[in-house]
């Protein structure tokens, strides 16, 4: 079945960097568009970032565009999210998405596969 482990999160201080990561497997990775959410505490799960299947297009939340970026290892079945100059307001918890249906946009709804998410601390 589908699995997506989520791995790289923790504490740091605002203006730190860190870089998640979302090992797949159970799914032919290289068919499927990928992405990440987020949802601090008390807030609904908001769109960070997307990426097609062979990696040739990319989609960011504004607000966030330019801090983060998103990219894909189709070889090792693995996602990424690079984010930099990260602040207070990053502080959630980061889930990696798999979109349900082959060679389509992820969708910014539940109706993806999830793990279980990796939480990520700015401290100020």
């Known amino acids: 079945q589908v699995r997506l482990v989520e791995s790289g999160g923790g504490l740091v201080q605002s203006g730190g960097s860190l870089r998640l990561s979302c090992a797949a497997s159970g799914f032919a990775f290289s068919s499927y568009s990928m992405g990440w959410f987020r949802q601090a505490p008390g807030q609904e799960r908001e769109f960070v970032a997307a990426?097609?299947?062979?990696?040739?297009?990319?989609d960011y939340a504004d607000s966030l565009r330019g801090r983060f970026t998103i990219s894909r290892d189709n070889v090792k079945s693995t996602l990424y999210l690079q984010m930099n100059s990260l602040k207070p307001e990053d502080t959630a918890v980061y889930s990696c998405?798999?979109?349900?249906?082959?060679?389509?946009?992820?969708?910014?709804?539940?109706?993806?596969?999830w793990g279980q998410g990796t939480q990520v601390t700015v401290s100020s």
């Open positions: 998405a798999a979109a349900r249906v082959p060679r389509t946009p992820l969708r910014h709804d539940e109706n993806n596969y």
């Open positions: 990426v097609s299947w062979r990696g040739a297009s990319t």
